[in-house]
């Protein structure tokens, strides 16, 4: 297969000489892992401390990795990608609020964003975080199946009631509603709800889309499992795949519980796991949808060959390529010209409350080895061409 996420021209059509020249800035302050960590906590001390570093972070980190401060805000963004085909997620990214009436808040916004996204093409999907819909500590007590105090169980009826609100009005709408995944001692909670909603809402086509960390050894097996299930109940699967995002924590907790260590043991590992279950669910792809969401370009690669072998329209509505907004835009713009369903996650949301998403963004741009690299290669081909 040709190599498409060569070309520059297409990756970076949409920014500016001035956007590269911020980009490129912004990738080498990135790459330094002792100014990311000296930054993230500056950064919190300052927006703690009601320091007027807002407008700073705005019009740099900020403005890189997220769409605005509200969906109107998002709209020029969304509009400019969606010229050459890139569809957005808006993506609340507000976290660590953990009393009810947020929980609520953040419902509400969810249920906001799949009506402003019902009619606009280039918004073909809703999202939501766990966590932001109940506590995490709850979430952990039912995925270690312990037994729950009657004001507990009260509090999870509320949790349930959110998750079937919003997959209710996404069912309603016909918007495909993506469910994050996060940490593995509170995923089952997560897992069990979703599929209940899968059963309910996905008998036609796939709806609700849970989401598959692939650095965990145990999921292609948990796919499998699902399947068998789906099959049995007549419903559809939809699901995210990504490698993951918390492998120091992960690591971390397993050595200090004794447990078994849930992460693949090496990058190769998972990078098999990943295409593995991605040859799976091709194999199935009568009964589900993939969003794949990967910064990866053999994984990109792989999902082009399958779809292709599989006889399937490269724009099939079951298939989708989706990346992170302010990285690998040689992956999405180069797919998306070559007629690929691809959609970015747009975060939004006020700067101060956005902070902990952006700095897990910065910090795994820092260890992730290669990936700053590849985007500052990238930026300084694209801008050695526009010179000549």
Not at 80 to 95: A, G, I, P, Q
Not at 252 to 261: L, P, S
Request: aromatic residues 12%; hydrophobic residues 40%; glycine residues 4%.
């Amino acid at each position: 297969m040709n190599n498409i996420f060569d070309n520059t021209e297409t990756a970076f059509a949409i920014k500016s000489d001035s956007d590269l020249e911020k980009a490129y800035f912004l990738f080498k302050m990135i790459k330094s892992e002792p100014l990311v960590r000296i930054g993230s906590a500056v950064t919190k001390f300052a927006l703690k401390s009601n320091l007027p570093v807002e407008g700073l972070i705005r019009s740099t980190v900020f403005d890189h990795f997220c769409g605005g401060v509200s969906e109107e805000d998002c709209m020029p963004i969304i509009d400019r990608m969606y010229t050459k085909n890139v569809h957005s997620v808006l993506d609340f990214s507000v976290e660590g609020k953990e009393i009810e009436n947020q929980f609520d808040f953040a419902m509400e916004k969810i249920l906001q964003i799949l009506k402003f996204v019902k009619e606009k093409d280039a918004l073909p999907f809703a999202v939501f975080k766990p966590t932001g819909f109940g506590r995490f500590k709850l979430y952990q007590k039912i995925t270690e199946k312990k037994i729950l105090t009657e004001e507990e169980k009260l509090e999870w009826e509320r949790v349930r009631q959110r998750y079937e609100k919003v997959a209710k009005l996404a069912f309603d709408y016909d918007v495909p509603l993506l469910i994050d995944a996060e940490e593995s001692w509170m995923q089952e909670a997560v897992d069990d709800l979703t599929e209940g909603l899968m059963m309910k809402y996905n008998k036609e086509k796939a709806i609700v889309f849970s989401t598959l960390q692939l650095y965990r050894w145990d999921r292609l097996d948990y796919l499998k499992g699902l399947s068998e299930r789906a099959q049995k109940n007549n419903f559809k699967i939809g699901m995210k795949l990504v490698r993951g995002a918390y492998m120091e924590k992960e690591r971390e907790r397993a050595k200090e519980n004794g447990y078994a260590d849930p992460i693949c043991k090496d990058k190769a590992e998972t990078d098999k796991n990943f295409n593995d279950v991605l040859k799976y669910m091709f194999e199935n792809i009568d009964k589900m949808a993939i969003f794949c969401g990967t910064h990866n370009e053999e994984s990109s690669y792989l999902m082009m060959d399958l779809i292709q072998k599989s006889g399937l329209e490269k724009n099939d509505q079951r298939l989708w390529f989706g990346q992170l907004y302010g990285m690998s835009d040689h992956i999405s713009f180069n797919l998306a010209k070559e007629g690929y369903n691809v959609a970015k996650y747009l975060p939004f949301g006020p700067v101060k409350d956005v902070m902990p998403y952006l700095i897990r963004r910065a910090e795994e741009n820092t260890s992730v080895a290669g990936q700053t690299n590849r985007e500052l290669d990238l930026i300084a081909k694209e801008k050695k061409r526009r010179k000549l």
